[in-house]
């Protein structure tokens, strides 16, 4: 069934219902499937789209890219030294000037409130790339990879283990609420999100029969899970933070132990990069001078195994970034 979306934002997936979070799913293995047999139906053609970023980015600033040349748009990146984002000019006016220009805004930085600002000023779609609370278009990719694994999403068991209240968790939350999976988080008690967003989804989750499962058990959180997933245990703009984390997340590092622990041989890792999985990594090194650590959230052996999709993963950023830029602007 297709919906129509167009002229929608994507701030987070709390503003899609249920059937709207699968539909943009079905439309990326769409576009995918038409891009792997040569077929480009340039839905985006002549469009104009400014690619915000605060922070840096390798998988959303290229899958943004990519997405949009395959679609037939124009993608213009417009970094932070590059434009007078919040300066010399408030975000409301950059809106209002950037959505005179261009058909569709991204923005990937730090504040939530910032893309929000947008949104409600450019008059023309915008899409969160990132902010400090939610990340909705990788959670997007996190399912069409699970689609593509187990062939649905409905009875998953998802875990997710490390900092439970970052913008992946949130995220996380979310997504596997709207879908109907049985979603854990795994992490110290201080890290759990926020109680009233966990809240919210347990009211969305009596609606699609999700479960959502708060432990400080990292090995109850992965018990016969289908899904396992970590993210950095310190996210940008959280530096000052290692010490403290260190302490706290040891115990939650996906490694093979954790992973067998799920007894499931169909598990799958996943992981929404960059990893600190070796001391060949700069933080990695960092790590084992500092602390004895040769990898921090997971170790070598996992996210290098056959049990590992992040590389697919990774890849579905474009598809599922398509999908959502064809469902909100395209033709």
């Given at each position: 069934?297709?919906?129509?979306?167009?002229?929608?934002?994507?701030?987070?997936?709390?503003?899609?219902?249920?059937?709207?979070?699968?539909?943009?799913?079905?439309?990326?293995?769409?576009?995918?499937?038409?891009?792997?047999?040569?077929?480009?139906?340039?839905?985006?053609?002549?469009?104009?789209?400014?690619?915000?970023?605060?922070?840096?980015?390798?998988?959303?600033?290229?899958?943004?890219?990519?997405?949009?040349?395959?679609?037939?748009?124009?993608?213009?990146?417009?970094?932070?030294?590059?434009?007078q984002l919040g300066k010399k000019e408030s975000v409301a006016d950059t809106a209002r000037v950037l959505g005179r220009m261009f058909d569709g805004i991204q923005f990937r930085g730090f504040?939530?409130?910032?893309?929000?600002?947008?949104?409600?000023?450019?008059?023309?779609?915008?899409?969160?790339?990132?902010?400090?609370?939610?990340?909705?278009?990788?959670?997007?990719?996190?399912?069409?990879?699970?689609?593509?694994?187990?062939?649905?999403?409905?009875?998953?068991?998802?875990?997710?283990?490390?900092?439970?209240?970052?913008?992946?968790?949130?995220?996380?939350?979310?997504?596997?609420?709207?879908?109907?999976?049985?979603?854990?988080?795994?992490?110290?008690?201080?890290?759990?999100?926020?109680?009233?967003?966990?809240?919210?989804?347990?009211?969305?989750?009596?609606?699609?029969?999700?479960?959502?499962?708060?432990?400080?058990?990292?090995?109850?959180a992965v018990a016969d899970a289908d899904v396992i997933y970590t993210d950095v245990w310190v996210s940008m703009g959280e530096e000052g933070e290692f010490d403290n984390r260190i302490k706290?997340?040891?115990?939650?590092?996906?490694?093979?132990?954790?992973?067998?622990?799920?007894?499931?041989?169909?598990?799958?890792?996943?992981?929404?990069?960059?990893?600190?999985?070796?001391?060949?990594?700069?933080?990695?090194?960092?790590?084992?001078?500092?602390?004895?650590?040769?990898?921090?959230?997971?170790?070598?052996?996992?996210?290098?195994?056959?049990?590992?999709?992040?590389?697919?993963?990774?890849?579905?950023?474009?598809?599922?970034?398509?999908?959502?830029?064809?469902?909100?602007?395209?033709?």
């Amino acid at each position: 069934m297709a919906f129509n979306l167009k002229g929608r934002h994507l701030l987070t997936l709390k503003d899609f219902t249920s059937e709207e979070v699968l539909f943009l799913v079905k439309l990326a293995e769409k576009l995918k499937s038409d891009k792997y047999a040569g077929i480009f139906a340039e839905n985006l053609k002549h469009k104009n789209i400014a690619l915000i970023f605060e922070k840096a980015s390798t998988r959303t600033r290229c899958a943004f890219v990519v997405a949009a040349v395959d679609e037939g748009a124009h993608p213009e990146y417009l970094g932070k030294n590059d434009i007078q984002l919040g300066k010399k000019e408030s975000v409301a006016d950059t809106a209002r000037v950037l959505g005179r220009m261009f058909d569709g805004i991204q923005f990937r930085g730090f504040a939530h409130e910032t893309v929000e600002t947008l949104a409600r000023y450019a008059g023309v779609p915008v899409w969160n790339g990132l902010t400090d609370k939610f990340h909705p278009t990788q959670v997007l990719a996190d399912l069409l990879t699970v689609q593509e694994c187990f062939g649905r999403l409905k009875g998953i068991r998802f875990a997710y283990v490390g900092d439970g209240r970052n913008n992946m968790a949130n995220s996380l939350l979310i997504g596997a609420a709207k879908t109907g999976m049985d979603f854990r988080i795994g992490a110290p008690a201080s890290l759990f999100p926020e109680k009233e967003l966990v809240d919210e989804m347990k009211t969305v989750a009596d609606e699609t029969g999700a479960k959502i499962t708060l432990t400080e058990d990292p090995f109850k959180a992965v018990a016969d899970a289908d899904v396992i997933y970590t993210d950095v245990w310190v996210s940008m703009g959280e530096e000052g933070e290692f010490d403290n984390r260190i302490k706290l997340l040891k115990p939650y590092q996906v490694n093979q132990e954790l992973l067998s622990a799920a007894g499931n041989n169909e598990s799958i890792f996943l992981h929404c990069l960059p990893a600190f999985h070796d001391r060949q990594t700069l933080v990695g090194e960092e790590m084992y001078q500092n602390y004895g650590l040769d990898a921090m959230e997971v170790t070598d052996d996992v996210i290098l195994s056959s049990a590992s999709k992040v590389w697919d993963q990774a890849e579905n950023r474009v598809h599922t970034i398509k999908a959502v830029m064809v469902a909100t602007l395209g033709k």
